[in-house]
């Protein structure tokens, strides 16, 4: 089993940056592709990027490509999100999610952007 727990998310003006971490126990990390989601106020969680469990390939969402980094450091047993350009609309909650035969989820953190 995989505990994930997420952290880095805050109030940010647009335009700003923000990073997001997501620390994984357990011995098996890279295993586990990895991946973010986020949830908005009255909407679906949505996803946002991920990335393969040896780190060669990384996948985003549309609305955050070319803004967004994902990295992971196996070392650490940690994920990043790198959020640069950021805008009023990626304000949500975002989860950390670990797939490997099972989903893992992190209790998520806020992130805030205003206007």
């Known amino acids: 089993q995989v505990q994930l727990v997420e952290s880095g998310g805050g109030l940010v003006q647009a335009g700003g940056s923000l990073r997001l971490s997501c620390a994984a126990s357990g011995r098996t990390f890279n295993t586990y592709a990895m991946g973010w989601f986020r949830q908005a106020p009255g909407k679906e969680r949505e996803f946002v990027a991920s990335?393969?469990?040896?780190?060669?390939?990384?996948y985003y969402a549309d609305s955050v490509k070319g803004r967004f980094t994902l990295s992971r450091d196996n070392a650490k047993n940690t994920v990043y999100l790198q959020m640069n350009s950021l805008k009023p609309e990626d304000t949500a909650v975002y989860y950390c999610?670990?797939?490997?035969?099972?989903?893992?989820w992190g209790q998520g953190t806020q992130v805030t952007v205003s206007s």
């Open positions: 999610n670990a797939r490997a035969t099972t989903d893992y």
């Open positions: 990335i393969n469990r040896s780190s060669g390939s990384t």
